[in-house]
């Protein structure tokens, strides 16, 4: 019998996790994916934001507004990529100039610190490559760029050092209630929990309705992406951001936390786990972000990818508990952004439901990670000299070493393919997007996890990557 | 402290280390990321190789070697399985390898880091990211130097010469090529290719055409394919439906610059490598760059025989001292894409100057000219041009002296 189930781990299960994991608590996360951070924490725009923009007096603005301190602490201690950069809202005519002012409004409202109205002439200043158009803009200096899949995973790994229990390919198919609590049955097995907590993202309506009456429905909703070289990642230097409207924060141009430049999203609804790119939406993506950036080289492009919003029927997040059973759903931005302050949340809220937290005598709540291309030569000659591993780059492109890659599969969270690897040490991260490194990042996870080739995946179980040559 | 250190054993780093040592330098050192020297020939086993430069046909690890064993008689330093990470401007190269990370420092060096291959992000395909989805070269390495399939029903994307050879290695190791698509009207690799690795085997070209979306949650499950118009805009009504495993993409190579552009030298955006002067010589004294790393060739003889001359010039530039002067600049003219060099010293003490260049569409009877202003200064006839196919002119550097600016440009004869 565990206290807490987890279900769905994403940024949101993962911050819950590893807040609940200094707790004298027996806690399991079940993953229905091969690995954390597989849903709509992999594929956003990345931004921690400085919460101007979710109406006063709403859950996002003050968890928002909350996590912004905290999840610089997080970073800080868990060695979590993030660099805080500061956000630009442009105006592009009087009646936007009036929005970005009704912005500025709310942000004092829900206590954003620092915000302040540019002129053209200051933000032209400030970010030389926008549009000569710009009428005004809203600064906000508090927003973050982050790796979010790396935040996922520091606090996946740090809840699973400290004893919490992850099960992945582990799918919740049905919930029924017991005396005790609940009796979970996750992939083949069932478990017990007293608790249960609903993080499971596009799907949170489906495990919501396993539960409780019908209450909300997830609405996805997908963005695409491009992503370009970092030849390209000096072309902003803020967050880029034009006046956000119902579907969404607008198209954004931003550097990203690791170099490069991330511009997107459009909002198109979608089907629930439909990541696809369209050719209509990367055209929509690429219009809108010339209109902030005109001298964006499209041609240094290296990936587009699309993500999910887990909109829902609800205009707030629902965060909500009822006879045990706690949905955490409908996160959609600034979801990222308030994940720590969520878990703050929901651990106070499990407390008011009568759940005894006590904190566990010693746990772990640091965690570091190699990462050469970051170091001095110093430090460099000195971790090849330690460990000869070290000294072979396996991604050029990112300088991504062998000792890293081995770095990352003995880490609490095992990664079993290609992708996990790259979201662990961002090996095939670069301009030739595996293009060399792939085949090599295959044969290390084979040897180390004593397999062939042919079962390392790309991604998804199921993705394989090469097959058996026939005689 | 080295006369010379070499960055990348393939083709290029090869020709040029040995002609270097044939020049008379003695303390070269080459830096090879692999565990063997050679580069991508080593898994380019089908022949074609040498034909120019040893008049013979070899296969690509057969062409490295001839290089490597020449290579093996002389002097030359090599170390392996080393990955250079930075070179100053003063020549400093620091280099990670298991045998320690440190920095060394060279009189003059050579860059002979070759190109990578496009991928689906440079040209934007949209749809699902499921696996099998592959550059030629990477399916090429896991099938050669592996021995592992990347797929059973296979699409390429692109006429590039290593899509053209992996459509003729992959049917032959049992997959089925169900096509080859080519955005622009016309083939981006060698005739010879078309006919040996396409037509030979009744597998379709379909020029003007493009993939425009990717389908497959897990592993590629199928392709949509569309005829595009001249500004190559897919045509609605156009599309045609594949069944396939694996997508080969052979769209393009882009040299290997991070290192140049991180040492601060010049780059050409037309090349993406570095301007070179006609003894391969960059923006920096005494650092040359040859091969794929500068602009991408189709014939690896070209490539020995260019970097032949690096090499040879960084001798002579740690022998004698660099070549000093002003220089005669090489404008791209009429359907010319680019050329190498881009730059010539005047006082050069070459007599002959080899210029390649691509031209920007097909040519039938054709000619080059080679012109200042008005002035005519060489024309070259030629009875066929196309992107794919590299040309070359020799022009007598007497003939160039007088100018600052000579054109070379292209045109239906």
Known sequence: MYDVAIIGCGVIGSSIAYRLSKFNLKTVVLEKENDVAMGCTRANSAIIHAGYDPAEGTLMAKLNVRSVDLTKELCEKLDVPYAQIGSLVLAFSDEESEHVRRLYDRGVTNGVPGLRILSYDEAKAMEPNIADNVTCALYAPTAAVINPWEYALALAETAVTNGVELRLEAEVKSIAKTDAGFAITAGEDTIEAKYVINCAGAEADVIHDMVLPHAFEILPSKGAYYLLDKSEGTR??????QCPTKVGKGVLVSPTVHGNLIVGPNAADCAVGDTSAGADDLAFVRKMAVKSVPSIDFRQNIRNFAGVRPNSTNDDFIIHMQDGFCDVAGIKSPGLASAAGIAEYVEQMLTDNGVVLTEKASYTDTRTQPRFKEMSHEARAEIVKKDPKFGRV?????TIT??????????????????????????????????????RVVEILARELGVSRQDIDKDKTGSYIVRERED | MYDLAVIGGGPAGLAAAYSAYEKGLRNIIILERDKELGGILNQCIHNGFGLHRFKEELSGPEYAHRYIEMVQDTSVEVKLDTMVIEITPDKKIFLDSPSGYECIEAKSIVLSMGCRERTRGAISIPGTRPSGVFTAGAAQRYLNMEGLMAGKRVVILGSGDIGLIMARRMTLEGAKVLACVEVMPYSGGLTRNIVQCLNDFDIPLYLSHTVTEIRGDKRLEGLTVMEVDENRRPIPGTEMEFDCDTLLLS??????????RGAGIEMDPRTNGAYVFENMETSIEGVFACGNVVHVHDLVDFVSAESARAGEAAADYVLNGPVKGDYIRL??????????????????????????????????????????????????KRPYMAPGEMEHIVISADKLKGFDTVTVSAKEA
Do not use: W
Request: aromatic share 6%; glycine share 10%.
């Open chain 1, 402 to 439: 062998e000792g890293e890659i081995i770095d990352s599969i003995r880490r609490p969270i095992v990664p079993r393919t290609v992708d996990a690897i790259k979201r662990r040490c961002c090996a095939g991260m670069g301009r030739c997007q595996g293009g060399f490194c792939g085949p």
């Open chain 1, 394 to 398: 396996i991604c050029r492109c990112e």
């Open chain 2, 251 to 260: 769209v393009g190579l882009i040299p290997e610059n991070e290192l140049t």
């Open chain 1, 236 to 241: 902003t230097k803020h967050v880029v951001f």
């Open chain 2, 331 to 380: 404008v791209n003219g009429d359907a010319v894409g680019y050329t190498v060099p881009q730059k010539i010293h005047r006082d050069t003490v070459a007599d002959k100057i080899d210029v390649f260049f691509r031209v920007r569409s097909v040519f039938g009877k054709s000619q080059i000219v080679i012109s200042s202003g008005d002035t005519e200064i060489q024309v070259f």
